[in-house]
């Protein structure tokens, strides 16, 4: 099956400053790629998602890039702001019906 | 307001005792999901279901069943819960695949003895 892979686990940046969280994932099959952010003892939500049939894709302060070659996509997050602090996750599925998670990055956005 | 509800929101439970989560949504999605979450593993897939009485497997669906009778409705079951089955179950559902992504119950805390 697919396997994501997600770097960095913690993540520590100054406010206002730029945030950059990769995953690779291992099956070319795989064409649809979302994130999440999970608050501290909160749900899981969809922050933005990309389809393998673009490259990039933004939503104000936050981009995706995909890299179908490298089978790698990145999470940007531009002047990041103490309420971006969170549990950022990846995931990859390649029919819309499993999906495979990454296992987390940490972001602390120093005030 | 459109939700994903579990119930209940915590449980502590003994091994080999059967238990049930329930999970609803009122947003007529066809597509929903159960996950576990633990430490430094993320969000691990037990099962979905496509549509009413269509389930299949996840990665992880060792000790779990699921039925799906209603479309709203989607429980897990735990026929003989094991301490490694201690985990933060959260149930999801998209409106359909390939949708705008899942929107997620609250979760469960599950805590076997």
């Known amino acids: 099956g697919e396997n994501v892979e997600q770097h960095p686990s913690t993540l520590s940046v100054q406010e206002g400053d730029s945030a950059v969280i990769k995953c690779t994932y291992s099956?070319?099959?795989?064409?649809?790629f979302p994130w999440y952010k999970q608050e501290l003892g909160k749900r899981p939500q969809l922050i933005i998602d990309i389809r393998s049939n673009v490259g990039e894709k933004k939503d104000q302060r936050i981009a995706v890039t995909l890299n179908k070659t490298a089978k790698h996509f990145s999470l940007h997050i531009t002047e990041t702001q103490p309420e971006d602090s969170a549990v950022y996750f990846c995931a990859a599925s390649d029919n819309f019906n499993k999906f495979y998670f990454g296992s987390g990055t940490k972001l602390n956005v120093k005030p | 307001e459109a939700q994903v509800t579990q119930n209940p929101r915590y449980l502590i439970t003994v091994t080999g005792k059967k238990l049930t989560v329930t999970c609803s949504q009122n947003?007529?999605?066809?597509?929903m999901s159960w996950y576990r979450q633990d430490p430094g593993l993320g969000l691990r897939q037990i099962y979905y279901?496509?549509?009413?009485?269509?389930?299949d497997k996840g990665d992880v669906p060792e000790g779990y069943k699921v039925s799906r009778k209603e479309k709203r409705n989607f429980p897990l079951i735990l026929e003989s819960p094991s301490p490694n089955q201690t985990s933060l179950y959260f149930c999801?559902?998209?409106?359909?695949?390939?949708?705008?992504?899942?929107?997620f119950g609250s979760g469960t805390r599950l805590t076997v003895v």
């Open positions: 947003m007529n999605h066809e597509y």
């Open positions: 999801a559902s998209s409106l359909r695949r390939g949708g705008d992504g899942y929107t």
């Open positions: 099956d070319s099959a795989s064409n649809y």
């Open positions: 279901s496509m549509n009413v009485e269509v389930t």
